[in-house]
């Protein structure tokens, strides 16, 4: 199954796909016709055939657009805090760790094989300031064969970072966010750029305006992927307009940020003009809906988002949100959707209460954890369309402890992928593949 454009899903029965030693699709046989036959013998003959059994389910690799990888040990802890003393209090010191390099490989290792394990074959993280630590995340994803966008994170203002965790001025951080791109692109074994660098300015209140218009400029020169959070909160969007007298979206354009290769992590205060902004510059936005529960005081307008053409992707926002499945943060963009069309003040009569046309189903939710995350970042992923690169889970649809389908008609395939989109668990992840690779299996579950 997989859903190449939203709201429709295509279901491949019976077919043959064949993948070139460069993990690109090279063709789709359908059964009954002679290519299917002559492949189908070939595989055979090279050893070189998987087969699925009557109770599995193929469907592209999972893209979470929003992920900060340092607090991974933070998942859960402390939502109860506004996100300024969340960052202040607990993510800034946890953060400040990962110039202990043993701590950053104990940590990304753990992270890595749990993202792999809960099928996330695409991962954009956002590391820490710290050089080594960023590097060392880019080579735990290219080992473990997971497609990574790995961005060193700049932050300079004395005012809104601490002492003890930033980059000493706008100078010194454009330098290591540089550097740090150096580094990723030259890793060994990255020749095919599996793992890619980031320029990720945290947000604007953490940055200086000489440190954002440097990475900017670098970003341009670069040719390289930007990351960044954009009208978060109340506080964040507020904070911004009073330094800048203008949006998120506005400074980041002016600072030169916002680009086909942007990704806005949020963006739910975002105004009209800023959606289109955003919709000109071709920039793409991670859809959060658990993190916003916490942190967002608000619902990201999703379906007004898709309406206007805005290319959006999801995100776990780890740790803002506390789950690391992308199936989750599938099944909380559907809620959010739901609540934000029907309302939620139940003060109010049924016709004030919400904002009509808002809701997604969970045929949208899968296009947009697959496909949709994939064309945000121009990656070749994300569908079994030919020439695209083989990222694919294996599901199994029965296993002890979570049995999805043992009420649905086998040829009811909608209804199986709202099985697998509201209740599929890592435990039903039997086979995970990037570019053609097996990067986990069933043994390792
Ligand atoms: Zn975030």
Redesign the pocket.
């Known amino acids: 199954m997989h859903a190449p454009t939203l709201g429709s899903l295509d279901v491949l029965q019976k077919t043959l796909i064949r993948v070139d030693s460069e993990g690109t699709i090279i063709s789709r046989h359908q059964s009954g016709t002679d290519d299917f036959e002559s492949s189908l013998a070939h595989a055979h003959q090279c050893d070189a055939l998987t087969s699925m059994g009557c109770d599995q389910i193929m469907i592209p690799g999972l893209v979470d657009l929003?992920i900060?990888a340092p607090q991974w040990p933070q998942l859960g802890k402390a939502l109860h805090l506004p996100l300024q003393d969340w960052l202040q209090k607990y993510t800034f010191p946890l953060e400040a760790r990962y110039s202990d390099i043993e701590y950053a490989r104990c940590v990304y290792s753990s992270l890595v094989n749990s993202l792999l394990a809960n099928g996330t074959t695409t991962a954009m993280y956002?590391a820490t300031i710290h050089e080594e630590a960023t590097t060392l995340l880019a080579s735990t994803c290219l080992e473990s064969g997971q497609r990574a966008y790995v961005g060193r994170v700049a932050m300079d203002d004395p005012e809104q970072c601490p002492e003890y965790y930033r980059d000493a001025n706008a100078k010194a951080a454009l330098a290591a966010s540089e550097r740090s791109i150096h580094h990723i692109r030259q890793l060994s074994g990255n020749s095919t750029q599996l793992v890619k660098p980031v320029i990720t300015p945290r947000f604007i209140p953490s940055c200086s305006n000489e440190l954002l218009q440097g990475l900017g400029e670098l970003a341009s020169h670069k040719q390289c992927h930007v990351q960044t959070?954009c009208s978060e909160s109340d506080w964040e969007h507020s904070y911004v307009l009073n330094r800048l007298a203008k949006t998120d979206t506005q400074a980041l354009s002016d600072f030169g940020l916002l680009s086909r290769h942007t990704v806005l992590?949020h963006s739910n205060f975002i105004t009209e003009q800023d959606m289109q902004l955003i919709k000109q510059s071709g920039s793409g936005i991670a859809h959060?809906a658990l993190?916003n529960s916490y942190f967002a005081d608000s619902v990201f307008p999703l379906r007004r988002a898709l309406e206007k053409s805005l290319r959006v992707g999801l995100g776990t926002?780890i740790a803002?949100g506390h789950s690391a499945s992308m199936f989750s943060a599938c099944q909380h963009a559907v809620s959010a959707s739901r609540m934000l069309e029907a309302g939620v003040d139940t003060q109010l009569t049924q016709d004030k209460r919400g904002q009509p046309g808002s809701r997604i189903n969970y045929i949208d939710a899968f296009h947009l954890a697959t496909a949709g995350g994939a064309a945000v970042l121009d990656s070749p992923t994300g569908t079994f369309d030919v020439g695209k690169q083989f990222d694919a889970l294996l599901l199994e649809l029965n296993t002890p402890s979570n049995r999805l389908n043992e009420f649905v008609d086998t040829d009811d395939w909608e209804s199986l992928l709202a099985c697998i989109v509201y209740n599929a668990q890592a435990c039903n992840i039997a086979h995970v593949w990037v570019s053609g690779r097996s990067v986990k299996c069933e043994q390792t579950r």
């Open positions: 929003h900060h956002f959070h992590a959060c993190s926002d803002g």
